[in-house]
């Protein structure tokens, strides 16, 4: 029986900006997006990345999930990918507590995922050239206690001046997380100035 990812969409707070999550049963793979995310939002702020080699845009899955983007392997769409990038923007408001901030924003998201999959362990991690000092992010690396509950990946949440770019690339084992692409894509987020 072959695993599938199992996406687990946060996108209202903590930047797993849309994640996935292993489930063997299933035939695709599927996504659940948390309460509150508020589809196909758009930032001010532009979002600059490298597409990692031998990748491609997903923007019919994007489209479907009113996300900023979806990337798979070349051949692959976001339903039978081993690997998946997701990018999710949502609106700051400082009427919802969740939304003020970027710390509130991933406590709320962490606070949510640790809801559905209370085994979830959370590492800090960091991009190793993505600067502190020049973008405002936090990052980290997420898998399960119990395999593939939910699946491994590393996210990073980018605060704009408008709300949070949640950046997240799930994958089959915690050990395709080491693949220098990963890393490699991660080093190339950038905020560019306004549209």
Same mark, same amino acid.
């Given at each position: 029986m072959t695993q599938k990812l199992l996406m687990l969409l946060v996108v209202s707070v903590l930047a797993i900006g849309p994640g996935l999550s292993f489930t063997s049963a299933a035939q695709e793979n599927s996504v659940i997006i948390r309460p509150g995310y508020k589809k196909g939002q758009q930032s001010h702020t532009k979002l600059s990345f490298v597409i990692p080699q031998g990748w491609v845009k997903d923007e019919k899955a994007a489209k479907k999930l009113g996300l900023h983007s $979806?990337? $798979?392997?070349?051949?692959?769409?976001?339903e039978n990918a081993d690997k998946v990038i997701t990018i999710s923007f949502q609106k700051k408001d400082p009427n919802k507590p969740e939304l003020e901030n970027l710390k509130n924003f991933v406590t709320a998201d962490r606070q949510n995922t640790l809801s559905q999959f209370p085994d979830a362990q959370f590492e800090k991690w960091q991009p190793a050239?993505?600067?502190?000092? @020049?973008?405002?992010?936090?990052?980290?690396?997420?898998?399960? @206690?119990? @395999?593939?509950?939910?699946?491994?990946?590393?996210? $990073? $949440?980018?605060? /704009?001046?408008?709300?949070?770019?949640?950046?997240?690339? /799930? /994958?089959? /084992?915690?050990?395709?997380?080491?693949?220098?692409?990963?890393?490699?894509?991660?080093?190339?987020?950038?905020?560019?100035?306004?549209?």
């Open positions: $979806v990337i $798979v392997p070349s051949g692959m769409t976001l050239k993505l600067h502190p000092g @020049k973008l405002n992010f936090l990052s980290f690396e997420m898998y399960g @206690k119990e @395999k593939n509950k939910p699946s491994p990946q590393r996210f $990073v $949440v980018l605060d /704009t001046d408008d709300g949070y770019f949640s950046i997240a690339l /799930t /994958t089959r /084992t915690r050990n395709d997380l080491q693949l220098p692409m990963c890393e490699e894509f991660f080093n190339s987020l950038g905020i560019g100035p306004s549209h």
